[in-house]
């Protein structure tokens, strides 16, 4: 979604409430998992745990301090793993220890998604949802390197970030596009200036490696995970170059590991038209009054396109843009469905935009006080150092029809946000991640039916890709992104049991 460009993220529900392995290469290294990341991690780092302070602003963070129960570290890891003796970056991390030591398991490592996001500032909000698997796990999660504190890429200041917000990203004439092109090329140019020391490093492969470096000076001789919406592509490509180092590992709201940009933007715009649906019918049923139509939103999203809406922010004016991407904030959860009502219906009848802008502001990581946290420029670091394609406007005009086909909505938005890796100053890695990993543990992959972010389908293409055996497939039949927060009980026992106990689900299960 443009301007954001946002992958696949949990943490939009959260602000709101490679058998390459041995010969394979990666921009021309080997990435076989053996470079500088095997056990020999574990006497390279000594991690002292202290307490917390609150997490900064370039995490995302509001002020506060978590409990005294949390500790935190830093990990150095190799800026560049073909030189894993030279310059080291530091990894923020976060853990609260298990309750039970005597039947401790070990750590169970979180990853929230984005990619961009900041395991630091969020898993303290998150644990009580996990309070069980507490019982026995060190809750442990982490900055990925390029977010938050662990090397954080930075770009534009908030400034700059509120100023591009208030462009047209979906331009209709000429004069539209060379702003919009100017913008992104002066994006891609802050990236460069403040941060070329680590664009080239802040791959999902490098992450990978890092986690591998982390599972070793945690004592752990297996890494158990949990990774949510980017979260498994990282678990994936982990199982690929670590396959004997899998151990318990659940995927949540997963990602298809076989598309490319285009393929995956695709379907992610059909994934928010489908949520949006689901939602229109769910406020229709609910018989309350002013619930809005389809039609209706279009109709203001037209009017938006050259006219926005005044808010109480600062002077701050929704634009069509930002209000597109706050719909989509909102869909993450059913939970927000109701902030879409109240956001919508004040947008069409009092003509004001507050709702949807802080909607809006959720998912581009922007808090009250107008400082962002890193979380878009380490998404489109992260992403545009992964992905090879490189996008051109004719290539976005090519394919506009069948993205606004998918949503009349969410597609053109969708569609120009193509061109977020235009003029990167980085080559990306690969065409899609490779996530085979034979001879891994059973790694459980949840799929969400009504999942926006990462529509359902990426489950089972994954377990398939992750290998017979390793992949198993289980379903949610329900709404948001993701599953095992969502209180089903049919699906907290299914992970429940395995994470803890490690009975593997039968494969195909399905809750509702």
């Known amino acids: 979604m443009s301007p954001i460009r946002l992958r696949a993220t949990a943490l939009a529900s959260a602000a709101l409430a490679i058998v390459l392995a041995a010969t394979g290469c990666e921009n021309g290294r ?11 991690a574990s ?49 923020a991390l976060i ?67 509120d100023a591009a917000a208030q462009l047209d990203f979906t331009p209709d004439d000429d004069a539209e596009l060379r702003t919009a092109l100017a913008s992104n090329k002066a ?27 982390l599972r070793a000076a945690l004592g ?5 995970y949990f990774g949510i919406s980017y979260g ?45 649906g689901n939602y229109l019918k769910d406020c229709a049923s609910q018989g309350a009054p002013g619930c809005p139509t389809q039609d209706q939103i279009t109709d203001l999203l037209k009017k938006l396109d050259t006219k926005p809406l005044p808010t109480s922010q600062g002077g701050r004016r929704l634009t069509q843009d930002e209000a597109v991407n706050g719909i989509a904030a909102a869909l993450y959860s059913k939970e927000t469905w109701k902030y879409l009502t109240a956001g919508l219906q004040e947008a069409m009848g009092k003509g004001t ?36 394609q490189r996008y051109t406007v004719d290539d976005v005009k090519a394919n506009l029809a069948e993205f606004r086909k998918a949503s009349p ?61 390793v992949g198993i497939e289980v379903t949610y039949r329900g709404e948001g992104h993701g599953a095992y927060n969502s209180g089903n009980a049919c699906m907290t026992r299914a992970v429940d049991g395995y994470l803890l106990d490690g009975k593997v689900p039968a494969a195909g299960l399905s809750c509702s």
């Not at 080997?30 to 056990?39: A, C, F, L, V």
């Not at 307490?51 to 500790?71: F, L, V």
């Not at 900041?118 to 442990?140: I, Q, W």
Request: net charge neutral.
């Open 30 to 40: 080997p990435i076989d998992g053996k470079n500088g990341s095997e056990d020999r």
């Open 43 to 91: 006497g390279n780092s000594s991690l002292r745990w202290q307490k917390c302070s609150a997490p900064t602003a370039i995490q995302g963070g509001d002020g506060k301090a978590p409990g005294r129960a949390w500790e935190c570290a830093k990990l150095p890891v190799p800026l560049d793993y073909a030189k894993p003796d030279g310059e080291k970056i530091d990894l």
């Open 95 to 161: 853990r609260i220890k298990a309750k039970d030591t005597s039947r401790r398991i070990g750590s169970l490592v979180f990853n929230f998604g984005g990619p961009g996001g900041s395991g630091v500032a969020t898993l303290p909000g998150f644990a009580d949802s996990y309070d069980k698997l507490r019982g026995r796990y060190d809750l442990v999660s982490f900055d990925p390197r390029g977010v938050g504190e662990s090397a954080g890429v930075r770009c534009q200041s908030d400034a700059e970030l």
């Open 187 to 213: 994006y891609v140019d802050a990236c460069r200036r403040n941060s070329a020391k680590v664009l080239p490093h802040v791959t999902t492969t490098n992450t990978a490696r890092d986690l591998d470096r």
């Open 220 to 224: 752990d001789a297996k890494l158990h």
């Open 232 to 276: 498994t592509e990282l678990g994936g490509v982990y199982a690929h170059l670590f396959p004997k180092k899998v151990g318990r590992a659940v995927l949540d709201a997963v990602v298809d590991p076989t598309q490319d940009p285009v393929g995956g933007g695709l379907g992610q715009t059909k994934g928010f038209q489908l949520a949006l």
């Open 353 to 388: 935009g507050d709702t949807l802008l802080l909607l809006f502001d959720s998912l581009a990581g922007r808090n009250p006080d107008g400082r962002y946290s890193n979380l878009q420029a380490a998404n489109r670091a992260i992403s545009c150092a992964d992905a090879e």
């Open 409 to 469: 909505v969410f597609g053109e938005s969708a569609a120009w946000s193509l061109l977020g890796c235009s003029d990167w100053p980085v080559k990306g890695q690969w065409k899609s991640p490779d996530v085979r990993a034979e001879g891994a543990a059973p790694i459980v992959v949840i799929g969400n039916t009504g999942d926006p972010a990462t529509p359902y389908e990426g489950a089972r293409k994954m377990a398939r890709q992750l290998g017979e055996g």
